[in-house]
């Protein structure tokens, strides 16, 4: 299969191009049915017709996965119970409801200022990649009980939106963190392994993909996404725009030999 390549076009039509259990994992970011201007397309129907379009590309997704796969979903507040039952009543396994919890975001003067959107983390069987040593976070604590390689960053991730300042930033109203993202692949997928998101935006799962060594493949239904998106990968640099803060703590010493022995590696 052709990979490491965007396709300009309708999800819905494109995705059933690709051949039976070809991808190890999908991570993706589909439009919410919110309003959202995309451009060329917007983010608008009533919502059977929503519901209608997620049952086709997820079915399609399920089709294209192998066995050992795993799928990545964004989703916001509005739809997330829904399509749960939708990955249920498909037959995916369930593994994870993911918080991505940041701080800055739209002010509400009457109800709580909304300051997450929520990921659904569904695999095709039992039987899936999981690399956890590859996505550790530095111990809060220094003590023999603890894994000191680091802990399991768990299901509520902080990485901060990507600031209209940020060099990296481009013209996208929803582009996501690239560390959030890196979390994501080296978790549930290894190198050369392939994978697809079908609503690559401004590119920013592909361009982690590129990246980390993995094969990849985006679609987007916007032309000027497309060309964003291959600028990106041709760009080249080291850092990622964005970071969770908790990478950068140092376990704590509680200064009591009997919890604090123990080595760091
Ligand atoms: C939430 S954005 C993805 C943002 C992306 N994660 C990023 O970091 O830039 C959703 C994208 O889906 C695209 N889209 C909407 N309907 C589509 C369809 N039927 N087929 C393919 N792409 C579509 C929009 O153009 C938009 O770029």
Redesign the pocket.
């Known amino acids: 299969m052709k990979t490491n390549y965007f396709i300009t076009?309708?999800?819905?039509n494109?995705i059933k191009k690709l051949p039976n259990a070809a991808i190890d994992l999908i991570c993706?970011?589909?439009?919410?049915n919110l309003g959202?201007d995309?451009?060329?397309?917007i983010?608008w129907k009533q919502w059977h017709e929503y519901e209608k379009?997620t049952l086709e590309?997820l079915t399609e997704s399920k089709r294209i996965l192998r066995d050992t796969g795993s799928i990545y979903v964004?989703m916001g507040v509005k739809f997330i119970s829904r399509l749960f039952l939708m990955f249920q009543e498909l037959g995916f396994h369930f593994n994870g409801w993911i918080t991505w919890h940041y701080t800055q975001g739209m002010g509400r003067i009457k109800g709580f200022s909304p300051r997450h959107e929520d990921i659904l983390y569904f695999t095709k069987s039992d039987d899936f990649t999981f690399n956890l040593d590859d996505i550790r976070i530095p111990q809060k604590y220094f003590r023999t009980r603890n894994n000191m390689k680091g802990a399991n960053p768990g299901d509520v991730w902080e990485f901060s939106h990507i600031h209209y300042s940020n060099p990296e930033r481009?013209k996208?109203?929803?582009?996501?963190p690239e560390a959030l993202?890196k979390r994501i692949i080296l978790a549930s997928s290894n190198i050369n392994d392939t994978i697809l998101?079908?609503?690559?935006?401004?590119?920013?799962?592909c361009v982690v993909a590129n990246l980390l060594n993995r094969k990849w493949i985006g679609?987007?239904?916007?032309p000027q996404?497309i060309k964003m998106s291959e600028s990106r990968i041709k760009k080249e640099r080291n850092l990622l725009d964005s970071f969770d803060p908790r990478e950068n703590r140092k376990p704590k010493d509680l200064k009591e030999a009997s919890i604090n022995q123990g080595n760091l590696f």
Not at 28 to 32: A, F, G, H, L, S
Not at 38 to 41: M, P, R, T
């Open positions: 076009g309708d999800t819905i494109e993706t970011d589909p439009p919410y959202k995309y451009g060329n397309n983010d379009f590309w964004f481009v996208h109203p929803t582009q996501k993202i998101d079908p609503f690559v935006g401004s590119g920013t799962t679609i987007d239904i916007n996404y």
